[in-house]
């Protein structure tokens, strides 16, 4: 194929479509569903891209990745130089490319998304990050820097601390990871499930972070094992990013049911936990008729998740209607592809129970939209009289999650807002001298790339002030 294409000829490629796991062969099995591209594909699909001068996928991207470059790298067959420049911009690209909504981001601004499909500017991203995590001996090795003599600890080991993470060690100043769990990654290992993101990728990423020099000390909760004032005496500024992971509850009867899980429960026990292999302890119950309550990924997650545990009906309950759904697109569609059913403009009203205890059913509400709310959607109103019950053993809340106060509780003067997320600066500082936070805990619930986000710009902050103590 010849290298430079004219603009008529980039404009004549359509858009690559990715090679999926048959939908009746996957929901047997928890691997990836999404297959990848082929080098061949990728390199074609690069070559739509129009290398526009106003750039306005870069600044689609909360990370600012260098999009019409890497692109142009690797539209030359030059996956070297790619991989070089997309890991210099993203600590985690083998993670987004799997995981961002890219059709709210790079592709929605797009130029080739005002005239047909845009660049797959995410499956690239995918290829270009797979590629460099399978040929280390072939990626740019990066240096490391000078010691600084300054130290930093990181509170939490999601999108936002692994971020905060590469780019201070970069800088040479020596960071220490504090993860409760006993393992690393956050959402990216406890809740996004391995069909959408193997967890080796995890392990690759965080293993490249080590190489930097970045310590991890799994285990250690911090407002349990050590305080944040603990942290700020032994170090010289600190960032917490221990994401919102406590689920918000149903507050409806038969909440206390056996067979009623919070979705990051019934996750947890799944990805952290491996309780879907037989051959592991970790027990889980297989229902046969699941409703998960809620429209975002997480509900997404935890009703395809139950379907691979064998369930014959895996049942979406959502208030509102699908044009509403937080959900990734790519997601809803591979749900509907999986035989989900999605019961929408509904919304529970009772957990019905049998007389030993166990779920049996839920009692829904129909409703229908009424004005926009204060977010702009339009807001779910009760059709009065109009209920009804589905006959289900295993019922998951995934509504959202928020602020677990176990690490603020013991901090009383770092400022929380009404919901206890932490109040920042737009550069990620707290009230606290020395103390910034970011990502789910500054945020609510968000995504992975905006939690991206707040670790590479409060990593700026953090080196400025680490400059300024001197
Ligand atoms: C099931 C699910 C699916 C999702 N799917 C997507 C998706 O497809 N795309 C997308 O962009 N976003 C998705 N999201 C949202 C996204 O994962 C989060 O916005 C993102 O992970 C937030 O990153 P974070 O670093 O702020 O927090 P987290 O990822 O929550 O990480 C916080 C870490 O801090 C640790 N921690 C908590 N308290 C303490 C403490 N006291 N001491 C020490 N460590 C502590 C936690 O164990 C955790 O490891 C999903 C979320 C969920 C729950």
Not at 49 to 54: F, Q, V
Not at 252 to 281: C, F, Q
Request: hydrophobic share 40%; proline share 5%.
């Amino acid at each position: 194929m010849k290298k430079t294409l004219t603009p008529k000829e980039r404009m004549a490629i359509e858009r690559v479509k990715m090679p999926e796991q048959d939908p009746r062969h996957r929901i047997g099995n928890f691997e990836e569903v999404n297959q990848g591209l082929t080098e061949e594909q990728a390199i074609r699909e690069a070559q739509r891209c129009l290398l526009c001068k106003n750039r306005p996928c870069v600044a689609g991207c909360p990370v600012r990745v260098r999009i019409p470059e890497f692109l142009a790298a690797l539209a030359e067959g030059n996956l070297p130089e790619a991989a070089r420049i997309l890991l210099a911009d993203n600590t985690l690209p083998a993670v987004c490319g799997r995981v961002c909504p890219q059709e709210t981001q790079c592709e929605q601004v797009c130029v080739r998304a005002a005239k047909g499909a845009p660049v797959a500017v995410g499956y690239l991203e995918r290829f270009v990050a797979d590629w460099a995590l399978t040929h280390p001996d072939k990626v740019h090795k990066e240096d490391r820097p000078e010691p600084t003599g300054k130290k930093v600890a990181i509170v939490g080991s999601g999108p936002a601390g692994l971020t905060m993470a590469g780019e201070l060690a970069r800088k040479g100043h020596a960071v220490t990871l504090f993860e409760a769990l006993h393992e690393t990654g956050g959402v990216l290992r406890y809740g996004i499930p391995e069909f959408r993101l193997p967890k080796h990728i995890v392990d690759t990423e965080v293993a490249r972070l080590q190489d930097l020099g970045v310590e991890i000390e799994c285990n250690v909760v911090v407002g349990k094992t050590v305080t944040l004032a603990e942290l700020r005496e032994e170090f010289d500024a600190v960032f917490v990013g221990n994401g919102a992971g406590l689920p918000v509850m149903l507050n409806i009867d038969g909440e206390n049911l056996k067979g009623v899980y919070s979705a990051n429960e019934y996750l947890t026990r799944v990805n952290l936990m491996a309780a879907w292999r037989n051959d592991h302890p970790t027990p889980i119950i297989r229902g046969k008729r699941v409703a998960v309550i809620g429209g975002g990924n997480t509900a997404m997650d935890a009703v395809r998740t139950s379907k691979r545990l064998g369930a014959d009906r895996s049942i979406i309950v959502y208030r509102r209607t699908e044009a509403e759904m937080p959900a990734r697109i790519e997601e809803i569609h591979h749900a509907k592809e999986e035989g989900i059913e999605f019961i929408l403009l509904a919304a529970p009203l009772e957990i019905l129970g049998n007389e030993t205890g166990w779920v049996k059913g839920l009692r829904c509400q129909r409703m229908e939209l009424g004005e926009p709310d204060a977010s702009g959607r339009c807001r779910p109103v009760a059709i009065e009289g109009e209920t009804f019950e589905l006959e289900v053993d295993v019922v998951v809340n995934a509504i959202g999650t928020r602020a677990n106060p176990l690490l603020t509780a013991t901090a009383p003067d770092l400022k929380l807002n009404k919901w206890g997320n932490i109040e920042t600066d737009e550069h990620g500082a707290t009230n606290l001298a020395g103390v910034f936070a970011g990502g789910d805990i500054v945020r609510g619930g968000a995504t992975v790339i905006l939690a991206m986000g707040d670790g590479k710009s409060a990593a700026t902050a953090i080196d400025a002030f680490l400059k300024q103590k001197g």
